[in-house]
C-alpha cells in the first residue's frame, strides 16, 4: 500500500494535476470515499477522513472551481484589482495577496483598472462572473456614490487611502504618521530646505493629501515653514514625474538639501534627474521614499524609504474578505491599520 | 434631444457605469430598442441600430459578462498568467496585453502562478471557470505531456521561449539572435573577457541555453573563447542573483571587462555589486541587460539591454487567441515572432 501512493506523490509533486483517483490510491480507500469526504459527507469514519486529508495535503488536490462551487456555493476564486499595475509597489502587494490566499487555499485573479471609475465599479460588482467570491479593490477613481450604487453586492475589502465610510472593510497604513517620521528623519539630518515630490494639482488624491500632511506637520514641529516652491506638483507616482519635478527644484535659486518623495518611484526619477545634474546624494542632496519596493534597496545609491507592512496588509485584507464571504454583510465596515516602519539607507547617511 | 445626450455622455465619463437606459436617452430610443440591438435582434432598423451603436461607443456601456455569455456564447473574459508577478517584465507585458484585449472590449483576469506545474495546468484548463474564453499562458514549469493532458481544452496561447511544439499557438522573440547581438556590441566595444550571467545549473530552462547560444555564437564569431569560469550560473533571474553572480566574477584572477546579463534584473543586481566594489561602469566594467524595463533607463548608469517589441508580442498573443476562440482549434499552432532592437545607454559606452 505504501509503495503506490509513494509513486504518487512524487508524480503529483512533478506537475500533472493530482485527480479523484490519485488521492484515492494515495489513501488506500475508493474514489467514492474521496469524493464523500471532499464533498462533506457525515459518515465517513473519522480515521478514514484523517487520513483522505493527509494524501490531499500531500498530493496538493485541489478540486475545480465549479466542482467546489457547486458543493460549497464557493468557487475559492477571489478578485485583486488595483490601478497601476505596472507599479512595483502593487506587484509586490499582490504577491503577498496570493501568498496569503493560497494559505486559504483560494485561486487570486488580478485586473488591472487603470484608476477608470467605470472599471473599478465593474470589479467591485464582480465583473458579472457569478464565479468570483469577493473581490479586493485599490480604488483611484471612485467615488463613494458610485461604490454605493454598484450593481451587486458581492463581498468587497477596499485597500488604500481613499475614505469610503464604513461602507466596507479598508485596509491601509497610517500615511499621516509615516510621512512625518520621514520628513523628521531628513530633520535629524541636519536638513533644512526639505522638499516634498508627490502633491497633485488642482485634484490631489488621499494619498498625496495624507502624506503632504505629514511632511508640513514634521516641518512645523522642527520650526521649518513649508513653502509652496519646495512642493512641485506630479500628475502620476511614476519615475518620469520624480525627475521632471526634480529638475525644476534643482532650478529654483536656493536649492532644497533633501526631498521626501511621497513614493519610490518618484524618488528613483529624482535620483536620476540629481545624478544628471551632476550632484551627489547624500552630500549634495538627501533623498527619502516611500513603499520599499525592491529596486530601492539596489538602486544606486540605496534608497531610504518608509517600508509598510506589505505581509500585513495582505493578511489583514485576505482574512476580512474571507470573513464577509463566510457572514456576509450585516457588520459595519471596520478600518484596519497595519504598520509601517523607516528603513534608512544610503540616500539620506548623515553628511 | 441634443441635449440630454450629452448630458448622459458627461455624466458618463465622469465614472458611473453607463446603463441601458442612459444608451436610450443618449440615442433618443427605449430602452427596449436598445436592448433589441445589444442582443443582436435582426428587426432593427439600419438607422437606429447606427444611432445606438454611437451611443454605446460614446459612452463606453458594456453588457455585463454573464449576459454577454447568454447571448454570444462569450463573457469576453480572458485570462492571463506568468510565472513571477514582481518581474516588471512581466508587469509591462501585461500592461500591454490589457490594452491590446481592450481595443477588443475584452476583460483580462490575471493570474501568478510562480512557476509551479499544477498551477500553471490549472489555468491552462481555464480554472475550471466557465466564464473564462480563453488564456495566454506563459509557462516555466510545465512540460509538453502535461500539456496535452490538460483537462479542458479551451483556446490557448504561450508566452515565453518553452517549446511545446505545435499543440498551441507560440509567441516569442528570437532570443539566440537578440543575445548574440547584445554580446557582438560588446565586443565593437573592444571588450575581450565578457562574461554571461542567466545560465542555469543543473536545468538551464529555455531562456537560458537560447541566450547562452547567442552569446557564444557571438564570442566565436570575434574569434574568443567561452570560459565557464566567466559564466556564473544563477538560481532566477532577480536582482539578488545578479548581484551574487557579479560579486564571484569579480573574484577571478582575470576579471571580466563585460558582462552580458540575460535579463535587466539580474543586470541591475550586477550594477549594484560592481558599484559596492568600488569599479565603475563602464569604465571598467561595461554592462548589458534583457528586456529594456523602465527602471532601466531610470538606472544610474542607465543600462544598455535589448528591447522586446512588447506591444508586438501582446497584439500577436491576444489576436491569436481572439481567432482561436472565433474558429476553435483545428489549424496546427503558429509560431508568432515579433521583433526587437538593442537601446544603447551608459553602461556600455565606448571607454
Known amino acids: 500500500m505504501t509503495e503506490p501512493s509513494a509513486a504518487t506523490t512524487t508524480d503529483g509533486a512533478s506537475g500533472s494535476a493530482p485527480r479523484l483517483k490519485d488521492v484515492a490510491a494515495a489513501a488506500g480507500v475508493s474514489v467514492k470515499t474521496v469524493s464523500n469526504v471532499v464533498n462533506g459527507a457525515e459518515h465517513v469514519a473519522q480515521r478514514t477522513r484523517a487520513r483522505v486529508q493527509a494524501a490531499i495535503d500531500v498530493l496538493g488536490y485541489q478540486p475545480n472551481a465549479t466542482a467546489r462551487r457547486l458543493r460549497t456555493g464557493r468557487s475559492g476564486m477571489i478578485a485583486l484589482a488595483f490601478p497601476e499595475l505596472p507599479s512595483p509597489y502593487f506587484a509586490e502587494l499582490a504577491v503577498e495577496v496570493i501568498a496569503a490566499a493560497r494559505r486559504h487555499r483560494c485561486t487570486v485573479l488580478m485586473d488591472d483598472t487603470a484608476g477608470d471609475p467605470r472599471a473599478e465599479l465593474r470589479i467591485a460588482s464582480g465583473l458579472g462572473d457569478p464565479m468570483i467570491d469577493g473581490v479586493i479593490l485599490s480604488p483611484l477613481g471612485l467615488d463613494r456614490r458610485e461604490l454605493a450604487a454598484r450593481e451587486r453586492q458581492i463581498p468587497l475589502v477596499l485597500l488604500g487611502e481613499a475614505d469610503f465610510g464604513p461602507v466596507c472593510d479598508h485596509v491601509h497604513i497610517d500615511n499621516v504618521a509615516a510621512a512625518y ?93 540629481i545624478h544628471e545634474a551632476g550632484l551627489r546624494v547624500p552630500e549634495d542632496i538627501a533623498v527619502v521614499g516611500f513603499d520599499d519596493v525592491e529596486e530601492s534597496e539596489y538602486a544606486i545609491p540605496s534608497l531610504t524609504t518608509v517600508a509598510p507592512d506589505k505581509t500585513g496588509i495582505a493578511e489583514a485584507a485576505v482574512d476580512a474578505l474571507l470573513h464577509r464571504i463566510a457572514v456576509g454583510d450585516g457588520e459595519p465596515g471596520r478600518l484596519i491599520q497595519p504598520g509601517h516602519r523607516l528603513v534608512v539607507r544610503e540616500s539620506s547617511r548623515r553628511r
Open 181 to 273: 517620521e520621514a520628513t523628521a528623519h531628513l530633520v535629524a539630518g541636519g536638513r533644512r530646505r526639505i522638499a516634498a515630490i508627490g502633491w497633485q494639482d488642482p485634484s490631489p488624491r488621499a494619498t498625496a493629501q495624507q502624506r503632504m500632511a505629514g511632511y508640513r506637520a514634521a516641518l512645523e514641529a522642527a520650526g521649518l515653514r513649508p513653502e509652496p516652491a519646495l512642493c512641485p506638483p506630479v500628475r502620476a507616482y511614476v519615475r518620469p514625474d520624480g525627475a521632471a519635478a526634480m529638475r525644476r527644484l534643482l532650478k529654483l535659486p536656493a536649492r532644497p538639501d533633501a526631498v521626501f518623495c511621497f513614493n519610490d518611484l518618484l524618488a528613483l526619477g529624482a535620483l536620476r534627474a
